[in-house]
């Protein structure tokens, strides 16, 4: 199994100033033939289900405020978001689709300073 | 617009078999182009995968529960189930359920990330 880790566990982060999360998978999920880093990124809110951010490591979802930006490659991604905004404390997740099983990372904790 | 609902006991017993249906509301659960999932997540394991099914009844299974695992699809009610047998502690978990995009080629559909939730379930096993 592609194991997916996260760090930090969780930040703390002003509101207006940038938050980043890295992710990184036991093996590559870049698909050689078609270049693409089949690489998902979800947040979820308390009592929520995880909601879909980011596919293919760096395309946005439609509806999806462009303070959050995927990027990264191969095993290393990343998930920024520029200016925090008090909606956006979440647990957010990453997602590897490469192969199954399909895995998640173990989730990091995004609050206010 | 497309919604998913998770419906089903909150409790089940031990060495029982847990049994969740997802109902799929304004829209065809009828496409090619997604596989409609089960997830679940507790706080000792995040968030884990537990398969998946097509339209035309296709599935996928996480290895870990494929010995216990069954998922069906019924395109007439627009739902698909999960069944899972000889439930443990372990298992309580929020299951969701899920839509993905798929792709398909040469017989084999490759899954990719989940578009659209359920709202969870919370399933706790206890006698």
């Known amino acids: 199994d592609v194991v997916m880790t996260q760090s930090p566990d969780s930040l703390a982060v002003s509101l207006g100033e940038r938050a980043t999360i890295n992710c990184k998978s036991s093996?590559?999920?870049?698909?050689?033939?078609?270049?693409?880093?089949?690489l998902a990124w979800y947040q979820q809110k308390p009592g929520q289900p995880p909601k879909l951010l980011v596919s293919w490591a760096s395309t946005r979802e439609s509806g999806v405020p462009d303070r959050f930006s995927g990027s990264g490659s191969g095993t290393d991604f990343t998930l920024t978001i520029t200016s925090l905004q008090a909606e956006d404390v979440a647990v957010y997740y990453c997602q590897q689709y490469f192969t199954t099983p399909i895995t998640f990372g173990p989730g990091t904790k995004v609050d206010i300073k | 617009q497309l919604q998913l609902q998770e419906s089903g006991p909150g409790l089940v017993k031990p060495s029982e078999t847990l049994s969740l249906i997802c109902t799929v509301s304004?829209?065809?659960?009828?496409?090619?182009?997604?596989?409609w999932g089960w997830i679940r997540q507790s706080p000792g394991k995040g968030l884990e995968w537990i398969g998946s099914i097509s339209d035309s009844g296709s599935t996928y299974y996480n290895s870990s529960l494929k010995s216990r695992l069954t998922i069906s699809v019924d395109t007439s009610k627009n739902q698909f189930s999960l069944k899972l047998d000889s439930v443990t502690a372990a298992d309580r978990s929020v299951y969701y359920c899920?839509?993905?995009?798929?792709?398909?080629?040469?017989?084999?559909?490759?899954?990719?990330?989940?578009?659209?939730w359920g709202r969870g379930t919370l399933v706790t096993v206890s006698s």
């Open positions: 899920a839509r993905h995009p798929c792709y398909c080629g040469n017989g084999v559909c490759y899954l990719r990330y989940f578009d659209l």
């Open positions: 093996q590559s999920v870049l698909y050689s033939s078609n270049n693409k880093n089949y």
């Open positions: 304004g829209g065809s659960l009828s496409s090619s182009s997604y596989y």
